[in-house]
């Protein structure tokens, strides 16, 4: 049999419920005519007890009729709210209407006041039994569940719409394993005060007083309309108390302002960097990006796959993706394909060093802009192999370059870094002279070349964040190179969002130095991401020195001395002045770096200093530079 199945238990308590209406309309009706009467049996005619006697037992089947087309006996009434409320009230309206109607059409009538008095009588009496139905169902399950299990003792941080909604849906849960205790609100008004039963107990200066007064467990920030730098000192003293951190996003992160327990999400590390929200025109950004044609270069690595995202939403006319890693183009074509099924999408592999590859890439497909994200960025790694840096970020820029200039691109955006700034190291001396390439060619191009310069990217390909995540995954050590050592982070979505900011900025030559907010110790991040994972620092989990690593300077600049500094319409965006660059000592390096990395030179560092003169190496090379440097 295909039939649906019966059921049984729904089946009965809707039998039950429609019994118990018989009688409250019985009563109702009752109650409506003694009222009438002051309760005063012997006074009501005969002839009122008659109607009702005759075309009672239709009035009882109309009036359930009305329920039942108002759904009545299809609502959960253990969740009863607002809209069950109203649908009582309308179902109990229509039905003595339809009453007064029936009376009136057999020539009969009732006291005028009978068609006032009964439906409020009625609406009282079905909506008492189904909210007492609902008091005593959530009773019966609450106690059922605690002895069940021992829910875990939460905290709210709060005591807003958003606390609110949190506490009635984990009141009213019959599946989560949660029980909060006790709210906190910085509001001097709400202190001592009750959220459906539960006490605002103090300010964010109670917090760790009532953690232990309460044994909390769980601590559950729910202020989605405060920023980072608002949030930042509640969730530092949230952090020492050692217990479990969940928070519910952004207000403009929440879909319709839809406040639940599936939207709270473990504190991260971004949470606390606490600066201000990063706020870009997206109208400009629309503007500029929507219907032109736009290649990215490394669209598959950290930066560059986020640039696609971004970009794939503000409608361009076509976005090509260029990465000589096939595993990550994959990735991100097959998440941008989902995600805009209309997008015109190329995904090209290749290497920017191919000349003749990226030539090829940009005379058929003219692409308007170039955001050229691909590079070898690992610090340690390019000190070991530093040919590959050259040949990779140097030589594969002017590849580009030289291709964007040929075929007339509109801009030119490169990604730079602050490691470019007084580099110590190969990777940052790369990139500076990246930035000198670009600088120089704007000068006689018709397409306009920039470059963006910021620091660390939270959760990149190769950054420290992820590298803390695994070592206390695994129990520890958490290795930090010097106690003193700090960088400037922003998150991923935060920088490209300025990147395109900046793009619609550049008029040629700029360097945009991208404001970083407040430098962070990254000894301070490791403890922080070691008391989000639940553990205390060296206690739980060991933190080790292991000394600057090779290239490795304690701080990062943005800005050389000589650049100086010039405002945006964003304040984030500030545009370094250029440096004169001397173009033919400039080209003639390029063609003797270009041929020593061919051959595998091992005076490469010397080589990169005679370029670069802010490039600082160890100081027993030094004399071998400066005969290099009278050599160029």
């Not at 594969?396 to 602050?418: C, E, H, M, P």
Request: with cysteine.
């Amino acid at each position: 049999m295909n039939g649906k199945k019966i059921n049984y238990q729904l089946l009965l308590r809707r039998i039950c419920l429609i019994v118990l209406d018989i009688f409250l309309i019985i009563i109702s009706s009752a109650m409506a005519l003694a009222t009438r009467f002051e309760f005063d049996f012997g006074q009501i005619p005969e002839e009122f007890i008659g109607v009702i006697r005759d075309y009672g037992v239709l009035m009882i089947l109309v009036t359930l009729l009305c329920f039942a087309v108002f759904r009545i006996y299809s609502s959960l009434w253990e969740y009863a709210g607002q809209e069950e409320t109203f649908k009582i009230a309308g179902a109990v309206a229509f039905s003595s209407l339809c009453e007064m109607a029936i009376v009136v059409g057999v020539g009969s009538h009732l006291p005028r006041s009978y068609y006032v008095l009964l439906p409020l009588y009625l609406a009282i009496l079905v909506g008492s039994s189904r909210f007492f139905y609902r008091l005593v169902r959530l009773r019966y399950r609450k106690r059922q569940h605690y002895s069940i299990k021992k829910k875990k003792r939460i905290m709210l941080v709060g005591a807003g719409e958003a606390g609110r909604s949190l506490i009635q849906e984990i009141q009213n849960s019959r599946y989560l394993d949660q029980k909060i205790c006790c709210v906190i609100d910085d509001n001097n008004r709400k202190i001592g005060r009750y959220i459906l039963g539960i006490r605002v107990v103090g300010n964010r200066y109670a917090i760790k007083r009532n953690v232990e007064r309460y044994g909390i467990e769980q601590i559950i920030i729910a202020i989605p309309s405060a920023g980072s730098r608002k949030l930042r000192p509640v969730l530092d003293i949230c952090k020492d108390t050692g217990c479990e951190l969940k928070i519910l996003p952004g207000i403009y992160q929440l879909v319709n302002g839809e406040v639940n327990v599936s939207k709270l999400r473990p504190v991260n590390i971004e949470d606390l960097l606490g600066r201000e929200e990063i706020n870009v025109n997206m109208d400009e950004i629309m503007d500029y990006v929507s219907g032109k044609t736009i290649l990215v270069t490394g669209g598959g690595g950290s930066i560059g796959s986020e640039l696609c995202r971004q970009i794939a939403a503000h409608k361009p006319a076509r976005l090509i993706i260029f990465d000589i890693y096939e595993n990550n183009a994959y990735d991100i074509q097959q998440e941008l394909k989902m995600k805009y099924p209309d997008l015109k999408l190329t995904v090209l592999i290749g290497s920017i060093r191919d000349e003749e590859r990226v030539d090829t890439v940009l005379g058929k497909y003219r692409p308007d802009i170039i955001y050229h994200a691909a590079a070898h960025k690992h610090v340690p790694l390019m000190e070991a192999s530093p040919n590959e840096a050259i040949k990779n970020n140097v030589l594969g820029t002017y590849n580009l370059v030289l291709a964007a200039d040929r075929w007339k691109v509109k801009k030119f955006v490169q990604i730079s870094t602050d490691k470019a700034v007084n580099p110590t190291n190969i990777m940052g001396a790369s990139k500076r002279v990246c930035e000198m390439i670009i600088q120089s060619f704007n000068r006689h191009s018709k397409t306009d070349f920039v470059a963006v310069r910021f620091g660390n990217v939270l959760g990149s390909n190769g950054s420290v964040i992820p590298l803390f995540k695994k070592q206390i995954a695994a129990g520890g050590p958490v290795t930090v190179t010097d106690p003193e050592i700090i960088r400037y982070f922003m998150t991923i979505s935060e920088a490209v969002s300025l990147v395109l900011q900046a793009g619609v900025y550049a008029r040629g030559g700029e360097i945009f130095v991208l404001d970083m907010g407040e430098p962070v110790k990254i000894l301070d991040l490791a403890k922080n991401m070691i008391r989000l994972s639940g553990y205390i620092p060296e206690k739980d989990i060991a933190i080790e020195f292991t000394g600057l690593r090779p290239g490795e300077k304690l701080y990062e600049e943005l800005l050389m001395d000589e650049e100086g500094m010039t405002e945006t319409p964003n304040k984030l965006i500030h545009i370094g002045h250029p440096i004169d660059v001397d173009e033919d000592r400039l080209y003639y390096a390029l063609r003797v770096m270009k041929e020593a990395a061919a051959n595998e030179t091992d005076d490469m560092r010397l080589l990169m200093q005679s370029i670069v003169s802010t490039y600082h190496i160890k100081a027993e090379e030094n004399q071998q530079c400066e005969n290099l440097q009278k050599a160029i």
